[in-house]
């Protein structure tokens, strides 16, 4: 008899074989004659606090009402309701429970049949307000965890990213959290789904944290940060320790050009001064994003609900490949993120020789976009810096911290990556890997002295 952890084995094998195979085949979203433009779209001019941009997502999906009831908690009715929008079929029978009001049938009807839900007994759904345990576990039986352990589905949660950022200390779940969780879930298991009905939502102009810890206040910038805002206001509780506080600072300081910031990899590497940090108050900080890099530009847009990007065929690109080339990828170790990537880009990717040839850029032009993750998807044709930016951001859709590096290689300029690897940095150059003798000879490299001449 085959085991379930057998099964996932073979289905992980045929998936990489699959995935490998396509990358041999000719790039579906390259086109010789199409030309792709980067230029942003212009931002809008709100300020939302971090847990709204859920609730803003949901609307552009078209997954909640036109209002829901300030300060009202959600009921298993509403939970069941949201849940069958955003991930939910067409149920084929009629709803068992004699409790649920016609505009509920079909989600509850949904939820039985896939046998998340059986009632609370004598053909009753329960319309009360619905606790955080059982918002969990009907979370858990939608992704076959096959537990009913409260406390296990919760750590797996967490650590899958399904767990709300904000979350209130009650019993029972908020509309916040269960926005926010819908949202993790799309992107977690569904992102076909996410298709705005009826335009997009602008880029915030600032964004507002609230926070108890260092750590707490690093994870709600990191998300914070994927919404593209020009500005974040972080405001540290009265119960956050001065310590957290210094440490906060200390970490994103700038000063003399020292790059110490955790999430160097989501700005600019090359704007000496991506962001600023400014004293508001006293546990008050205001921090000014000047740029973002090309990996988060790009990921913000693959989400497919904030207006990035003025060329829709650009996004569509965008969103294209991930959904066929690295959302599969999501169940993968660390390390086997980090690989696959690497070798899927070898193989997809070609040096654009042409850039750096003054004969052909005068028989064609020059190509600035080989520079850049829009090369990428023209014709698959890009330099060094291009084959770091196409990296950098298919790491950071699944993940893995990483960030380029701009800088000499044996005399000349030349860019990479450092990529994070359980807590340990190694240098990834796939350009020199694609272009080279051997194809992970600059693959998890430890810091050393370059030796190859650069492209």
């Known amino acids: 008899m085959t085991t379930p952890s057998v099964l996932r084995k073979m289905l992980s094998g045929a998936m990489t074989l ?33 847990e709204e941009m859920a609730t803003k997502r949901l609307s552009v999906y078209g997954f909640l009402d036109d209002a829901v009831e300030t300060g009202a908690q959600p009921t298993r009715l509403d939970a069941a309701l949201l849940l069958y929008r955003a991930c939910g079929a067409e149920p084929e029978q009629m709803c068992p429970f004699t409790d649920v009001p016609e505009k509920y049938a079909d989600a509850v009807a949904w939820l039985y049949a896939a046998g998340v839900t059986q009632g609370i ?20 039986r939608l992704l076959r965890w096959e537990t009913d352990d409260v406390g296990i589905i919760e750590y797996v949660a967490r650590e899958r990213g399904l767990a709300p950022l904000i979350a209130d200390d009650g019993d029972f779940v908020t509309y916040s959290e269960m926005h926010q969780i819908v949202c993790n879930l799309l992107d977690y298991a569904y992102p076909e789904r996410c298709i705005p009905k009826d335009g997009k939502e602008l880029t915030p102009k600032t964004i507002m944290l609230r926070t108890d810890s260092y750590e707490d206040a690093l ?20 119960v ?17 050009g020292k790059k110490t910031m955790p999430l160097l990899g989501l700005t600019d590497p090359r704007g000496n001064y991506p962001f600023e940090v400014q004293t508001v108050e006293n546990r008050r900080y205001r921090i000014i994003i000047d740029s973002y890099s090309q990996a988060s530009e790009a990921t913000a847009s693959v989400t497919n609900w904030l207006d990035v990007y003025q060329d829709e065929e650009y996004a569509e690109a965008l969103r294209r490949f991930y959904l066929s080339c690295l959302f599969p990828l999501r169940s993968m170790t660390e390390y086997g993120r980090v690989i696959h990537c690497h070798d899927l880009l070898c193989r997809l990717a070609s040096y654009d020789y042409s850039e750096y040839s003054k ?3 005068a028989a064609t032009g020059a190509r600035p976009n080989a520079h850049d993750l829009v090369g990428f998807m023209e014709n698959n044709k ?6 770091a930016n196409v990296y950098s951001w298919m790491l950071m859709e699944l993940g893995v911290d990483s960030y380029i590096i701009h800088g000499l290689a044996s005399g000349g300029s030349h860019a990479w990556n450092k990529v994070c690897i359980n807590g340990r940095w190694y240098n990834v150059d796939a350009c020199w890997d694609d272009t080279g003798s ?18």
């Open 219 to 238: 994870a709600q910038l990191r998300k914070a940060m994927t919404y593209l805002h020009r500005a974040v206001e972080v405001c540290f509780s009265d």
């Open 18 to 50: 699959c995935i490998l195979m396509e990358a041999l085949l000719p790039s579906a979203h390259a086109v010789e004659e199409q030309r792709f433009s980067a230029d942003r779209s212009p931002g809008g001019s709100y300020t939302a606090a971090l």
């Open 240 to 256: 956050c320790p001065q310590d957290d506080i210094a440490l906060f600072r200390e970490n994103l300081d700038w000063d003399g």
């Open 359 to 361: 004969a052909a850029k």
């Open 121 to 140: 007994g004598n053909q009753m759904y329960g319309t009360g307000e619905i606790t955080d345990e059982e918002f969990f576990t009907i979370l858990s």
């Open 382 to 387: 890009v330099v060094c810096d291009g084959y």
């Open 438 to 455: 051997f194809l992970r000879h600059y693959f998890l490299r430890r810091p050393s002295r370059r030796r190859s001449s650069p492209r």
